[in-house]
């Protein structure tokens, strides 16, 4: 159940964690939340540290059903380098970020050795501010240009008011209904 890792300060094993027995007794709107603690009191136990990680995949795995159904067991890969226990999903692709980053860097630090780049970046930088600052001020000119033109279907007021004089017109004509009379009976 235990694998070691080449490395001497690192520790690998791998782990099924029962999580429902406790997350059952928890209510609902708390158990996604208590079954990463769950896990992270797991870790510290087996691998006899008090700071504890939890990978990305793990959590989204835990989160995966919500907060209401964490999954009832999970199958997880603790590796403890120093003094820290990081806590990941066994199935999870291994993460190589720390390399590119590397690569990345040292790329970009190559680039900037050069002389004459970092003048040219400096001029493009310069180039679409200005830029932007003008079309920027070009709507504000279209807005002040453009006065609302009146709209030929638009109702002069004498045209208004004759409207609402045979509106009100059909109401009186209309008779009015009296709900609290009693209708004759036939």
Do not use: C
């Amino acid at each position: 159940m235990a694998e070691k890792s080449g490395e001497k300060n690192e520790k690998e094993k791998v782990f099924i964690i029962p999580i429902w027995k406790k997350v059952i007794k928890t209510p609902k709107y708390k158990r996604a939340k208590k079954a990463i603690s769950i896990i992270k009191e797991f870790a510290a136990r087996h691998m006899k540290t008090d700071e504890v990680k939890i990978g990305r995949h793990l959590n989204l795995r835990i989160w995966e059903n919500g907060i209401k159904s964490p999954p009832h067991k999970v199958k997880v890969r603790i590796t403890k380098k120093d003094a820290v226990a990081t806590v990941e999903l066994f199935d999870a692709p291994a993460e190589k970020k720390q390399e590119k980053k590397k690569e990345k860097k040292e790329a970009k630090e190559e680039k900037d050795r050069q002389p004459g780049k970092q003048e040219k970046k400096e001029e493009k930088k310069e180039q679409p501010k200005a830029e932007e600052k003008e079309e920027k001020a070009k709507p504000e000119k279209k807005k002040e240009d453009k006065k609302p033109e009146p709209k030929a279907e638009e109702k002069k007021p004498a045209e208004k008011e004759a409207a609402k004089e045979e509106k009100a017109a059909k109401k009186e004509a209309k008779p009015e209904k009296k709900g609290n009379e009693k209708k004759p009976k036939k």
